[in-house]
């Protein structure tokens, strides 16, 4: 499975953004798919989760209440919608999806199988 993420960008704190990650492969709607992000001089940290349906999702305590991961599976696309965005939330955003048995989010770690390139989120105080 290929992924693709686009949408990372330079906004304004307390601004949003859309990340988009596109998958190539027509069985990704049994994958669970996740964003993580590396901010400069840090390790790559989970940020959110979704399970194959969308019916389960998993977030990071720092951004519970402003992210929402979801998913289109006709679209084989998975979206980070972010709002009130903070400069702490400058980094690059990864997607990475792992085929999945179960229509479970799982646990917050970095357990997956594909990855793609990272897209660069900058946000400005």
């Known amino acids: 499975v290929q992924l693709q993420a686009s949408g990372g960008g330079l906004v304004q704190a307390g601004g949003s953004l859309r990340l988009s990650c596109a998958a190539s492969d027509r069985t990704f709607s049994r994958y669970t798919a996740g964003w993580f992000r590396q901010a400069p001089g840090k390790e790559r940290v989970f940020v959110a989760a979704?399970?194959?349906?969308?019916?389960?999702?998993t977030y990071a305590d720092s951004v519970k209440g402003r992210f929402t991961i979801s998913r289109d599976n006709a679209k084989k696309t998975v979206y980070l919608q972010m709002n009130s965005l903070k400069p702490e939330d400058t980094a690059v955003y990864y997607c990475?999806?792992?085929?999945?048995?179960?229509?479970?989010?799982?646990?917050?770690?970095?357990?997956?199988?594909?990855w793609g390139q990272g897209t660069l989120v900058t946000v400005s105080s």
């Open positions: 990475a999806a792992t085929p999945a048995y179960v229509d479970y989010a799982g646990p917050p770690n970095d357990d997956y199988d594909y």
């Open positions: 979704i399970s194959w349906s969308g019916g389960s999702t």
